[in-house]
Nanobody
Framework: QVQFLESGGGSVQAGGSLRLSCTIS????????WGWFRQAPGKEDREREE???????????YYADSVKGRFTISPDNAKNTLYLELNSLKSEDTGMYYC?????????????WGQGTQVTVSS
């Protein structure tokens, strides 16, 4: 199984920024989709929201409406690392952030997660 190590979370005020990192074992940039999911407080892991995905080769991306225009997903292939830049943070962005291989409901069914990184936004 692919292993994920997320980092970069923290506590910020609304309007602030963070950059999350995810180091991925067996990273195949040109073969698979890779993405970020968010678990809001009080939600279960099966309710994690897919917020950003990068498609094989990096030419196309997907963003949930809730983060579009504020978050940016990008890879560093040489470092086997996936980033998520978070800007203009809002209190509703608070949650645990996880990276994953694949996209959509299949990721939730597979349940192959790292430990995640916590983002807390105070208003």
């Amino acid at each position: 199984q692919v292993q994920f190590l997320e980092s970069g979370g923290g506590s910020v005020q609304a309007g602030g920024s963070l950059r999350l990192s995810c180091t991925i074992s067996a990273y195949r940039y040109s073969t698979y989709c890779w993405g970020w999911f968010r678990q809001a407080p009080g939600k279960e892991d099966r309710e994690r929201e897919e917020i950003a995905t990068i498609y094989p080769g990096g030419g196309n991306t997907y963003y949930a409406d809730s983060v579009k225009g504020r978050f940016t997903i990008s890879p560093d292939n040489a470092k086997n690392t996936l980033y998520l830049e978070l800007n203009s943070l809002k209190s509703e962005d608070t949650g645990m952030y996880y990276c994953a291989k694949g996209w959509g409901p299949a990721v939730l069914r597979e349940r192959n997660w790292g430990q995640g990184t916590q983002v807390t936004v105070s208003s």
